[in-house]
């Protein structure tokens, strides 16, 4: 018998792990009354939210029953503010978000002013003199434009480098004086346009990679030591679900120990892994992972003072409404947030709940 081809076998074996996973049956993940964490929580629980899902009643009706707060996905990033090529903003959609939130009395979060990987071509225009200006002007008029009706900014997004070492080169710290330097600006812009806004630094893979949760922590302290007028710990938590026990617990509280509120500000446990080999990891063993991680991230969240305690905000209310479920991620089938296509509990709410509840 001839030996089937390499592209052949890795077919096949992705056909059998693609039969597994189909063929588990699982009981649901959450049996009986539904509680509304906004309710049973004794911080704020969020969703990001793009001004499209405000038409979906069953969005709406989901949101004001489990939330007390609220993101604009992405309508609030510079890429929508800014798509002119003559400096003028748009924020038709983001008005519509943050009277969403008014009318529902619902917390409204701030995302993101300044970002490495959202650089306007607006912004490639300009000559030195005008740059810093246009920089400046952004942040205030975009922050200005909701003082008083936001909680809190991520005034700068991803700054330190992928793998850890070090921070992240981008047109901003080219044109402003070095990745400090346009750190610090923004701080200080944000806080001029907003002074009662909580003022975060905004990453993610802080807790899957030690080196990187390190390396943010150091500039954290060092924003604090030159005087920026940072207010928040933003820890986005798109969770790897194969990271090790006690590292998300280990973060929270090595972030804990500078006093500052700390936003768990874009939760998600995708049990999609990335990569070539066909997962063949059980259903099971997949929500087992959410439920676990989450449970630990929310058990470390409550050990945290209330004063520390900003919020815990899910990357997508329902798993069919999440940026990992679109195009080119998409598969159809991950489930990684608080609830279903459905609207139903998952894992991940089971994990939530027994964290609130100090089942660790
Ligand atoms: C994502 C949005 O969910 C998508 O809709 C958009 O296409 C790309 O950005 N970290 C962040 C978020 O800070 O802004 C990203 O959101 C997800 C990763």
């Known amino acids: 018998m001839t030996r089937a081809d390499p592209s052949r076998r890795l077919v096949l074996a992705s056909g059998l792990a693609l039969a597994a996973c189909r063929s588990e049956a699982q009981p649901a993940p959450w049996t009986g009354p539904v509680p509304a964490l906004k309710d049973i929580a004794p911080f704020p629980v969020g969703a990001c939210?793009?001004?499209?899902?405000?038409?979906?009643?069953?969005?709406?009706?989901?949101?004001?029953?489990?939330?007390?707060?609220?993101?604009?996905?992405?309508?609030?990033?510079?890429?929508?503010?800014?798509?002119?090529?003559?400096?003028?903003?748009?924020?038709?959609?983001?008005?519509?978000?943050?009277?969403?939130?008014?009318?529902?009395?619902?917390?409204?979060?701030?995302?993101?002013?300044?970002?490495y990987a959202q650089e306007a071509p607006y912004f490639m225009t300009l000559d030195p003199k005008r740059f810093a200006g246009e920089y400046d002007r952004y942040i205030r008029e975009v922050a200005g434009r909701y003082a008083g009706r936001m909680v809190g900014w991520d005034v700068v997004n991803e700054a330190v480098a992928e793998d850890g070492n070090g921070l992240r080169d981008c047109l901003w710290?080219?044109?402003?004086?070095?990745?400090?330097?346009?750190?610090?600006?923004?701080?200080?812009?944000?806080?001029?346009?907003?002074?009662?806004?909580?003022?975060?630094?905004?990453?993610?893979?802080?807790?899957?990679?030690?080196?990187?949760?390190?390396?943010?922590?150091?500039?954290?302290?060092?924003?604090?030591?030159?005087?920026?007028?940072?207010?928040?710990?933003?820890?986005?938590?798109?969770?790897?679900?194969?990271?090790?026990?006690?590292?998300?617990?280990?973060?929270?509280?090595?972030?804990?120990?500078?006093?500052?509120?700390?936003?768990i500000s874009e939760l998600d446990a995708s049990q999609r892994r990335d990569g070539r080999l066909p997962d063949t990891r059980s259903l099971k063993h997949k929500r087992a992972r959410q439920h676990a991680l989450t449970r630990e991230l929310v058990t470390a969240y409550m050990e945290l003072p209330a004063a520390q305690q900003y919020g815990i905000t899910t990357w997508a209310l329902r798993d069919r409404d999440s940026w990992l479920r679109r195009p080119p991620r998409d598969d159809g089938r991950d489930s990684l947030v608080l609830f279903d296509d459905w609207g139903q509990p998952t894992a991940m709410f089971a994990g939530f709940v027994e964290g609130l509840n100090g089942a660790a």
Not at 64 to 74: A, F, G, S, V, Y
Not at 192 to 218: H, Q
Not at 224 to 238: D, F, K, M, N, R
């Open 49 to 115: 939210v793009p001004s499209a899902y405000l038409d979906d009643p069953s969005w709406v009706e989901l949101a004001r029953r489990q939330l007390d707060q609220i993101t604009p996905e992405w309508e609030l990033k510079m890429e929508y503010v800014l798509q002119s090529n003559r400096g003028d903003y748009r924020f038709d959609a983001p008005d519509r978000i943050a009277d969403f939130a008014r009318d529902n009395g619902l917390r409204l979060h701030g995302h993101a002013l300044i970002w």
């Open 173 to 263: 710290s080219e044109r402003l004086g070095g990745q400090e330097a346009y750190i610090v600006r923004a701080f200080e812009q944000a806080k001029a346009a907003d002074p009662n806004a909580v003022l975060f630094l905004n990453d993610y893979n802080l807790e899957n990679n030690p080196t990187k949760g390190t390396t943010y922590l150091r500039l954290v302290e060092r924003l604090l030591t030159l005087g920026a007028p940072l207010g928040g710990l933003g820890v986005q938590s798109h969770l790897d679900i194969e990271i090790p026990d006690g590292q998300i617990r280990n973060f929270i509280r090595e972030a804990a120990r500078f006093g500052l509120p700390i936003h």
